[in-house]
Structure formats: C-alpha cells, structure tokens
C-alpha cells in the first residue's frame, strides 16, 4: 500500500497526494471501475492525478486503507463515523459504509445520537439499521434529551415528527413533550399544516394546567417561555388543534385526586376513539360551521337503563327566529321497566383559546359556567324508548357566533333517578 513504485496514479484529497493502483482502486469500488476502466475510449480515460471533491482525508484514509486490504480501523469519534460512511457511498464501497453503520450502532450515546440519527437519514442507501437503532436509541431516552437542541431543533424534521407520534415514546409526562414540541416550532418556523400536523402529536386530554394555560395564550397570540413571539402561523395551528381536540378533550374525567396531566414513564397512546361519556353524564361538541347537523353520543348507563344524547339544528317555528338545537335523551333497549329520571342540560361556549378544563366536579358537570341549562323530570313508562327534548334558543347560536369563527358549543346531559 505504501510502494509508491507500483504506483500507477496519485488521488489528491485536500490538496494531499496519494499514490495508488488503479486496478486495486478499481477492484473493491465501482465509482473507480467506472473511472478508470469505463466504457469510454482508451484516450478519454482518467489517469495520472485524479481529484477528489466531496470526501474528507480521514474518509478517504478509511476507503483506501478498506480496498487495499479489506480490514477497517476502529473508530472512536463521532466525526471519524461520518465521514468514513459518507466516503464509503460517495465511492461507492458497500461493505465498508454497512461495516461503519454497525459499529456506529454500537457506539451510540446521548451526544452523538443526534447526528448520527440525520446520517442515517440523509438517503444513503443501505443504513436501515442505524435508523432502526438510532430511533430506538431516541425513543428509550427521550427524557434525557427533550430539553437538548440537539432534539429540539437539530434532529431530522420527518425523524421528530415520527419520534413524537410513538405510541411508546419513553416520556415522564405529555408536558414534556408538548414543551419539546414549542421548542421545536419556535426555532424553526412550519407553516400552519405542518404546524398543526406536529402538535397533533400531543395529546391535549393528558396536558396539565399550566401546558394548556401556555397552549391557550400562544392560540391569543401571546407569547410565553418557550415561544416568546409566535407568527400567525403558529397561533392558527395551535387554535386549529385545540378546536379539533375538543371533542376528545371535553369528555376526559379524572378521578378525585388524580394528578393533572397523567404520567408514567412509558407513553402508550390509546388507539381507541374517547368515548364522550362520563359516568351518568354524555358530552357532544357542537361547531355550526361543521357541515353536520346531527351530532350523536355514545351509549351511557344512568339510573340502571342505557341512554343517548341527539343534538338537531332544527328549523325556527311559527314564532319566528334563527336556528336552534334540539337536545334529544332516548333511551335505548327494548322491554325496559318504568324509571323517573331527572335530566339537567347544559351548553358550555368553547373555542381555540378557551379550553375546557379536563376534569368534571362530582356532579358531571363541567367547571366552566354554562351559557344555557335546563332540568327536566320525566316519567317513562315499560318498554318506552321515545325521547324527550330541551332546545337550545337561537339566542345562544347568536352568541356563540358573534365569538368568532372557531368556536363550538359543548352540549352534555346528566341524568339521575328522580324520587
């Protein structure tokens, strides 16, 4: 290898000359192959000096020290890993870039995890298992690094974005990463549906008091400590997201006692939809500009019979007026014996910036005062299934309407045996 005698080219990286055999070159790399002993016509072939662009002399060492004598030196640094795997596919050396990627997966640790997760993402063919292991890596210390910008900023976009959709994600509490999320949106601005695709990843029901007291001013426009001035952008997505995840949002009861925000150390997203029922009450969220004129809830059980919530835009009648809602309750199940139930209805004002807070007093009933509530007694008899209905005045819609164009009404029902 060192027999500059044998030498029949010098490859010059960096300005360094480097004595080589072509057919040597040419025999483990195809990119020298097709350099040296290419299609072309014998005078038009590359000889004598050739240089290099686009490697570093500690790749190229690695590369030719790789072809001469089918062996790699071992590798400490974090630079020495890139640059030896981006040498190895730029001169196209198979081997040598998957025998680099596998100590690199070895070697990983929380300072050079970063890096190496955007190499391996960079579209160099062949390092599917540094991605596998460096997203591993990321996935089981996300705790560690939540707070870094080396994750919060520097970390591929696509590679964040499928970091904080795990379902397994290791994560002391959805506060930390919607905080990760913040950092992540205010050092590199989306535009609005990327904005909203990324803090989609967040759930808002498993947020504390104080995250969605910083989600909410940012959806104002306001700024906070970790998105000191948020663009428009950035305030339509978190309205955008915020409105969208009432309907999962609202229904969320908690125990008396329970911490806020939920915890644990290991994040495992509920696949299944929430259910918009809570205990003897149901919840449906109402947005007039939803294209829906029907909104239906899940199945609850109150005073031992089964109940659902309809909510109707129904036309104004002969005395005039807009639109209102009729709120329906039936109940469900055929042969049913006679119950007397008391049913109280109320309708909350909700929107983007305004959250309704995800916990219900003992009653069922939210904390935030409603804008209409009714109570109605009802006798039904054996094996009645009709409904009974409280309308929501059109006032109300009026109201709700003149609060912007991402609002929506939270309409529920609570119902007890009635003596």
């Not at 014998?42 to 072809?67: D, H, Q």
């Not at 990983?108 to 890596?137: C, K, M, R, Y």
């Not at 909700?350 to 219900?360: E, H, I, R, S, Y």
Request: proline share 6%; glycine share 10%.
């Amino acid at each position: 290898m060192g027999d500059e005698a044998l030498a029949d080219c010098v490859v010059l990286v960096d300005g360094k000359p480097y004595p080589c055999v072509c057919s040597v070159l040419a025999q483990g790399s195809d990119f020298f192959k097709a350099m040296f002993f290419g299609a072309c016509p014998m005078e038009e072939r590359l000889t004598g000096r050739v240089t290099l662009g686009g490697v570093t002399k500690t790749g190229w060492e690695a590369v030719r020290f790789w072809l001469y004598t089918a062996r790699k030196t071992k590798r400490r640094k974090l630079a020495d890993f890139v640059d030896v795997i981006r040498a190895a596919d730029r001169l196209c050396v198979p081997d040598l870039c998957a025998c680099t990627a596998a100590e690199a997966a070895a070697s990983l640790t929380n300072d050079n995890v970063v890096p190496l997760t955007n190499l391996a993402w960079s579209g160099i063919w062949g390092l599917e298992g540094l991605q596998a292991a460096t997203f591993e890596h990321l996935r089981a210390h996300f705790d560690d690094l939540c707070a870094t910008d080396a994750l919060c900023v520097d970390l591929h976009p696509p590679v964040f974005h499928r970091l904080a959709s795990c379902a397994t994600l290791w994560v002391a509490s959805e506060d930390a990463l919607a905080a990760a999320v913040w950092r992540r949106l205010a050092a590199r601005p989306q535009p609005r549906h990327a904005a909203a695709a990324l803090l989609g990843t967040v759930r808002l029901s498993a947020l504390g008091a104080d995250a969605l007291s910083d989600w909410s001013a940012i959806a104002r426009g306001g700024g906070t400590d970790l998105v000191p001035a948020p663009d428009g952008a950035l305030r339509a997505a978190a309205a955008d997201v915020a409105l969208a995840g009432l309907p999962r949002l609202a229904p969320v009861a908690r125990p008396v006692g329970a911490p806020e925000g939920g915890g644990g150390a290991g994040r495992r997203r509920d696949r299944r939809p929430r259910s918009h029922v809570s205990g003897r009450s149901a919840y449906v969220v109402y947005h007039p500009r939803a294209g829906a004129a029907r909104q239906q809830s899940a199945p609850f059980r109150a005073a031992h019979h089964v109940w659902r919530l309809d909510v109707l835009e129904e036309a104004p009648g002969r005395g005039g007026g807009g639109v209102h809602l009729g709120a329906y309750v039936h109940r469900l199940g055929e042969g049913a014996g006679a119950v007397k139930v008391r049913a109280t209805i109320w309708v909350s004002a909700l929107d983007g910036c305004t959250f309704f807070p995800p916990a219900m007093e003992p009653s069922g009933e939210p904390h935030a005062a409603p804008v209409f509530k009714g109570t109605f007694t009802r006798e039904w008899g054996h094996g009645e299934c009709r409904g009974f209905a409280a309308v929501v005045p059109s006032d109300t819609l009026c109201l709700m309407r003149q609060r912007g164009q991402d609002t929506a009404l939270l309409i529920g029902v609570t119902l007890r045996k009635a003596p």
